[in-house]
């Protein structure tokens, strides 16, 4: 169902802010609960980022909060009116971006804080006054001890990626910052799922809610090509590698379930002679700014990433999507591959599939309803794999003598060999690396670890996946499989703000 904004009789100045986006009808979303949130109610609702979830909140907030707008400059007449938290720096960034673009052209005045940044900043904006504030729950419970941020005028609460917040840890923090705002106010909650924890939170927070749901994202692009490929953990890298040489791609994102794994994989890559920027939540947000900018300016050709510091993220396209693990949550799977292919583009999603990820792959293919096809990739060539999956045995090889003749530097240039697709790049080797520098090195010192540890080796054999094969067909996991991975928490393990 969409509808015109213009149903909606929205104050003209956001009326304006809303024709210049270019937005032509509502969303499935906007057209449930904008309607609602005019009304003042307590709204659940289950909407993803993406959907257009940002004004469906902001547009009504915007709204009412217009009713007492005022244009004295005393930071007295601009008290916090609306809170919006969500549990990433990048989000909060994106969702005030949008809620200042949407009141442009009222006297309301918004601002964002989160953690990773200088406080002093942040405090000088909150002391001028603020009407809506976005925040993440940490750095917001540091202004609020500092009395930066007070919340007792408090009319709008939203929790947005709720579920999220709750992976992360952030219910004590939630708890506290709920604790400091009236309690005559409105509650919107946004998660992707209403889980038993999400609907314990509602049942304490808000006061008989409206549910918005809108269909939860569970068809991929017909645009995006999707392969999942048959490859063991050493395999993984060499398998990037030779999926980007054939496929000539310049540009891609890299998933992986752990911080750890992130920032593991993105210096191998790197290491192996590919432009790399790691975006994960241990990553400050100048960090981040610049991998993001980097990523956009060309400058950095992978993105490796966690789920968490990718979603919401604003890059329309990529070329590819590399599932370097496959995601814990089917759903992130579309999420993570809805990447590529985008506005009729053709994309490519690449999954790398090891034996233990059977009742993962199950789930997708549940999810997508597709019969998922699993293949085996063909390298271009035949060397011993620990030749090519390490760098670093190269690199000693070659090191082993300064005779570039020397059989340890043929081998070293062949075995860089699958590295060097790209155009007008110097490619990097190993030899500007020093023994004693890379064995100083503690993640150098050691063999690259899957961010995920591996079933053990009798329930792998039970979810043994035999290249090209259908794998519903073939894979039964045992119950030991299932109960492992449940035990593997989904999201990045650490709080972010
Ligand atoms: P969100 O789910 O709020 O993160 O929004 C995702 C993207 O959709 C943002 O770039 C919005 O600017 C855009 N958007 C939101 N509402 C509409 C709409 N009604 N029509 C077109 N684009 C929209």
Redo the contacts with the bound molecule.
Sequence with gaps: MTSSFSNLSLAEPLARAVAE???????PI?AQAIPVVLTGQDVMGAAQ???????AFSLPLLQRLLKHENSSTSPARHPVRALVLLPTRELAD?VAQ?IALYAKYTKLRSTVVFGGMDMKPQTLELKKGVEVLVATPGRLLDHIEAKNAVLNQVEYVVLDEADRMLDIGFLPDLQRILSYLPKQRTTLLFSATFSPEIKRLASSYLQNPITIEVARPNETASTVEQRFYSAGDDDKRRAIHQVLKTRGIKQAFIFVNSKLGCGRLARSLEREGLKTAALHGDKSQDERLKALEAFKQGEVDLLVCTDVAAR?L?IKDVPAVFNFDVPFNAEDYVHRIGRTGRAGASGLAVTLVSGSDARLVGDIEKLIKKKIELEAIEYDDDRPKERINDGRRAWREGADSNDPRSAGSAHRREAREPREPREGREPRDYRGFRPATVSRDPFFAKPYEPSVSDAAPAWEAAAKVPARSGISANIKPKRKVAALFKAVPATEPTSQS
């Design positions: 986006m270019g937005y032509e009808s509502m969303t906007q980022t993406g959907t257009g979830k940002t004004a994106q949008q919401g604003d």
